[in-house]
């Protein structure tokens, strides 16, 4: 148990569909992050929320919208997606921004765009 | 601006062998390292952090990190490896004027028995 909850574990959605990536978690955090892991490449850092106000976006398409209502969930929300944004999308929390972050992260939703 | 550089995709080894996974950083700012290993359909966990004092941190399940500030280095070591170590390892380092963590590529470790 990581303290870091996502739901769902596998996703399978067609180029039109809109759905949803829930994370939550339990360790008292403040800030939340979503990144993308794609095959052997870097994590790729999509989008940074402390005290539930997003400070970071990194040039993340509009077809992925992040949410986050309270400092222990995260939401992303999918809609029109490309077959290249298949990939394990992972949810992470740190005790704030300040440095050193060390991150928590939770088991990754992996998502599959036909 | 930080970097990282995982030298190693992949590193086959035998069990009870030792291994050591290489890392490099570019920064030129003082850093923070670290090493997190993720298992197969898991997420990420941290396995040890470098923060200040002694350059040689010691982690989870026996592995160690020694941080050459000189050769900008912070390779991770464990003297005997065991099969539950086969896994994917990154290295990532924040520097002192950023709070998010740049990762490498990741190398995975398979370990046979």
């Known amino acids: 148990e990581t303290g870091v909850t996502q739901t769902p574990r596998h996703l399978v959605m067609g180029m039109t569909n809109k759905k949803s990536l829930k994370c939550e978690q339990h360790l008292g955090h403040n800030a939340m992050y979503w990144y993308k892991q794609s095959a052997k490449k870097p994590l790729e850092l999509m989008f940074v929320?402390?005290?539930?106000?997003?400070?970071e976006n990194n040039s993340v398409p509009s077809r992925f919208s992040p949410e986050c209502p309270n400092s222990s969930h995260l939401f992303l929300h999918l809609h029109t997606l490309q077959p290249e944004d298949s990939a394990l999308y992972l949810c992470?929390?740190?005790?704030?921004?300040?440095?050193?972050?060390?991150?928590?992260f939770g088991a990754g939703t992996r998502l599959s765009v036909l | 601006a930080q970097s990282v550089t995982q030298l190693d995709s992949q590193v086959p080894v035998f069990e009870e062998a030792p291994v050591e996974l290489r890392c490099n950083y570019s920064?030129?700012?003082?850093?923070?390292l670290f090493w997190y290993v993720q298992y197969p359909n898991q997420g990420l966990q941290l396995l040890l952090k470098y923060l200040s004092g002694s350059t040689l941190v010691k982690g989870i399940n026996g592995f160690e990190a020694e941080f050459n500030k000189s050769q900008t280095s912070f390779h991770l070591r464990k003297p005997s490896v065991h099969i539950s170590d086969t896994a994917e390892y990154f290295c990532a380092v924040v520097s002192g004027g950023s709070y998010i963590p740049t990762f490498g590529r990741g190398t995975s470790l398979i370990v046979h028995p």
């Open positions: 929320y402390s005290l539930e106000e997003r400070v």
């Open positions: 992470a929390s740190s005790q704030d921004r300040g440095s050193p972050n060390i991150q928590y």
């Open positions: 920064s030129s700012v003082s850093v923070y």
